[in-house]
């Protein structure tokens, strides 16, 4: 994985650099700055672990635009505006889960699959 792709899946996952460093890269930011920018190779878990991330959130979507056809009236889906929020109602979730919950969302409603609640 080259920094430019590391970049890209943190952003297309929706985490801050702070939190793809301490839940993902298990070190500080400036270490992870240092592999966006280029200045320091990636490490093959970080590597590994983004293309995981990637893979459990397109399995997500599939089960997800599966079951709509199932349903019984609107397609909603719920965008939480806050870590704390998303936390009320997934009090088990981490912020990781968090953030591929609003990085699914944002691509289900921009391909008109659902509505933001």
């Known amino acids: 994985m080259t920094n430019l792709e590391l970049q890209a899946y943190r952003r297309f996952l929706m985490l801050k650099v702070s939190e793809a460093s301490e839940y993902i890269g298990k070190t500080d930011v400036e270490t992870w700055r240092e592999w966006e920018n280029g200045s320091l ?40 505006m806050s870590y704390p929020e998303f936390k009320k109602v997934n009090p088990d979730l981490d912020v990781l889960q968090w953030r591929l919950h609003q990085s699914i969302a944002t691509e289900l409603y921009f391909r008109g699959l659902e509505k933001l609640c």
């Open 41 to 80: 190779p990636i490490p093959e878990n970080v590597a590994i672990a983004m293309k995981e991330l990637k893979s459990f959130r397109n399995e997500k979507i599939k089960l997800i635009i599966n079951s709509i056809n199932d349903r019984v009236g609107s397609n909603t889906i719920r965008y939480f």
